[in-house]
């Protein structure tokens, strides 16, 4: 190459990169500018009886796609183009690992039986039902042109919810049993169909049989238990290496630090070795806040706690806002060639599935768990049953980040019954928010009145300052009683499974996890 | 498009999106692993008497460049293709950011005058001597190619320095004019540097004459000035939404993500309306700790120093690991067609330059400075001089990010001047940063025996856990003396202008600017 020629290649190459870094530029700023205005917003209208924080971001995206519509005059109404990488990589590991590091570990644990029937088997029930409801009913309303692969995908992707509406209103305190299972649910549910969503995507088409539902569960078993072996191996190792080398001498910034990334590697492992990510970096949150978090200075934990919340505080309402914007995404609505009627009917008949797969699992296995567990606590009365069914119909960002994932190429699709189901998705999203998140604090004053009566700002449930040392008293007090207990009886494994087994766990914890690990030191 | 041939065309897109996908992932993984075991290891080396944490971030990355080059067989060296947009986008900001909200406001606010003088008269005193010297020196050694505009670039890029060595070893408590000197200039002399960079990039080269260094002055205020402002402006509305919004109800998650957010955008802003970020951040850093910091919770006080830090010790750990993997780049080493004796010459003559260069303005303008405030503090005695002067002679990463601005286009060059050029500016920044940085510790403990024989851990220097209520409590003791002694004479003003303004300053804070955008309360 000449110089001279050279150097009109350098101006061209050296334009267009300006270009593109500008437009970068202002789109990075006004998400971010709108992201400010949402957690303004958010926070005037907390303590509004309809709104939640979900519905707020959704609105003023919205608001926002329809200023850039006007604004490109028709042309284009987001400035992100939605990116699935974008999605998985950056923006779901921090709100997994947050659920995973704040989850009350005690309660979780205990009733992690029924967590996994709600989030697992309901997940799997639930698909079920939308994908053979959505195989019979849509070809009879003229919307045809999805495969075999396609409708299990619908199954999976309406299947997984968005339980922060719901848990904005409950109480921890006063109903500590349905605030989590609801929780609880609402993690295992979103890895379960993220897990399900992938084992589906390897199925051969072509080999479709009888076994082909063994082999998913089959996938799903597999992805399941070496998925949350290695987020516990990353956790342990974490705690090892901080407690070792931070003996004597604190640095927060190392500490938050190795935390953070330790999290987001074991995310990254799981994807690189085509585990779930999601299952491993909530489980590696759980392991580090009960090993980790102990062997960090007192400032590590109060910063530890409100980074992760923050973050994904932050991934959240980032989310939200694209779905709002995605809404009024002219060109997907221009694609999809469907009439109007037939939009309507499919997403009727979507809400209508999503409420039946739901209601289907929910009551059956709330009658299951409290059979199972008759001695050992109190039933989940109907009206609990009745929450836990509201809470999960939300729709929400996994499902997004799935539809495209199986719709969509990098964003884009050609392909106009494709488009239809994108534009489906985020219609059904936006009703599902909008509209049963409107009624869901109406709903549960209605069945809990004590609930919103005197319920606590949000800000406390998210950041709950009190409950810094809660879980480790609560533990040691739950410790003695039911070593206590185990030692009445020895048919006490047979009748009341869940505590003993917590009792055996203790034991090991304390004698050979907690003295390597750390933690709090061996409990009396 | 028919669906047989739209089917095909999908399959290659989304091979190559997946491929993509991975090696993209891979990358990330292998950094932040990378991170983490510089982490670990800076934490061990921490004590040792020679090695800092550049120093070890940089070895990390030239082992991982070897071990990346032998596994792939020599084509390549890095795994991160060199992005002057990831530096300047993401990971500058937080680096700045955290200056400003660090800064120990009263001995920065006091030094002002001083910190101006080295940070803004001393980068162009310096670029000047560089500039004239390579444009002397480099032909004279058969080194040719370069035009005006890249000997000028040459000057303000190897006249920004990287203070973390020395910081790390000086005592704030023990020599407060010396720390704060040499930390208030670091951080003026980058946004010098960049702002300088920015205005000779804008040199019109076919109308260079007389006016042009009165341009270059011209634009630069401009900048200054207009930059300042935004980021006061930024940090003042922020403050002010927090101290509104936030009155008996606090919200950790909201107000960090509020904070990190508004900062971030004035960073955006100011590159948009293409003002210099890096000082807008820097003041809106100053403005948000002096304000808002002090109307948002106890854990939000604690979570936010701690954040930000955390952020920007990831952000330089990042950049130090990537300048160590780059000097490997075989692609760039056979570019550049200089032989090894030319590389040596240049790379000798620019290490001399810069020697020279920063003695040109230290001496002389630290014996202006006592000159100027003989009756306020004790003098800058000769041993401090010979540390400020040692403290800037280490290259960082902002030469590394303008000498990729300025001789490659998105981490490319195809010009062997230009690739020489880049070869040199890694090698000038290595050089430093190991054999400057190796002999700081035992310089200064010769210089200041008192520092490092009874050195606290650099942990407690970057997050000063004692200080969180010291720049308030030595404001107030310092405001009621200024206020006495400013009574004493109206003379003041001339013999201590200094000290004068500050007492003004206080006075219209405590009266205006604290009640409206918060702070503490009236002081009496």
């Known amino acids: 190459m000449t110089p001279a020629i050279a150097n009109v290649v350098f101006s061209v190459r050296d334009y267009a990169l300006n270009s593109a870094d500008h437009s970068h530029v202002v789109s990075i700023s006004v998400f971010v500018a709108v992201i400010c205005l949402c957690i303004v917003i958010g926070h005037l209208l907390e303590e509004n009886r309809w709104v939640n924080e979900s519905i707020t971001a959704i609105v003023i995206g919205c608001i926002s796609g329809t200023i850039i519509l006007l604004m490109s005059k028709g042309t284009s109404s987001h400035i992100l183009r939605f990116d699935e990488n974008l999605f998985f990589i950056y923006l779901l590991p921090p709100i997994i690992f947050n659920a995973g590091f704040q989850v009350k570990k005690k309660q979780f644990f205990r009733n992690f039986g029924t967590i996994m029937l709600f989030g697992v088997f309901g997940v799997f029930i639930s698909s079920a039902i939308i994908s053979a409801g959505s195989w019979w009913l849509f070809p009879k309303m003229g919307f045809v042109g999805l495969g075999v692969l396609d409708y299990l995908a619908i199954g999976t992707i309406f299947s997984s919810t968005d339980t922060v509406c719901t848990l904005q209103v409950l109480h921890q305190d006063q109903t500590p049993l349905l605030y989590s299972l609801v929780f609880g649910e609402g993690v295992v549910n979103d890895a379960t169909s993220v897990v399900l969503f992938n084992a589906i995507q390897k199925i051969d088409v072509s080999k479709l049989n009888g076994w082909a539902a063994a082999h998913i569960i089959g996938d799903f078993l597999y992805l399941f238990f070496t998925s949350t072996a290695l987020g516990i191996a990353v956790g342990l190792v974490t705690a090892y290496a901080i407690k070792e080398l931070y003996f004597g001498r604190h640095s927060t910034d190392r500490e938050i630090a190795l935390m953070s990334l330790m999290a987001y590697l074991s995310y990254l492992l799981a994807e690189l070795l085509h585990l779930s990510g999601i299952l491993t970096v909530f489980f590696c949150g759980i392991v580090m806040s009960h090993y980790a978090w102990h ?97 999960g119909l939300m729709r929400g960002a996994v499902s997004v980040a799935l539809a495209f994932n199986q719709f969509t190429y990098s964003g884009v699709t050609w392909d106009p019954v494709h488009a239809t189901m994108i534009t489906n998705t985020i219609v059904v999203v936006l009703f599902s928010t909008l509209v049963f998140g409107f009624l869901t604090k109406p709903l549960i004053s209605f069945l809990l009145p004590r609930n919103v009566l005197d319920r606590r700002p949000t800000a406390d449930l998210n950041s709950p300052k009190e409950d810094f040392t809660l879980p480790l008293l609560s533990m040691e007090e739950s410790t003695t009683t039911n070593i206590l207990r185990a030692k009445d009886s020895l048919s006490m494994l047979i009748e009341r499974p869940v505590y003993t087994i917590h009792t055996y766990w203790r034991k090991f914890d304390d004698n050979y996890m907690r003295p390597f690990f750390g933690g709090e030191g061996p409990r009396r």
Chains 1, 2 share one sequence.
């Open 295 to 391: 062997n960090v200075s007192e400032d590590s934990r109060i910063t530890s706690r409100h980074i992760f919340a923050t973050m994904s505080y932050i991934a959240e309402t980032f989310i939200f806002l694209y779905v709002g914007m995605d809404a009024l995404d002219i060109e997907k609505w221009k694609m999809s060639k469907t009439s109007l009627w037939t939009v309507v009917g499919i997403d009727s008949t979507i809400i209508f599935l999503v409420l039946l797969g739901r209601a289907a699992f929910v009551f059956p296995l709330s009658a299951l768990s409290n059979y199972l567990h008759k001695t050992e606590r109190p039933p989940i009365t109907l009206k609990h049953q009745i929450v836990i069914w509201w809470a």
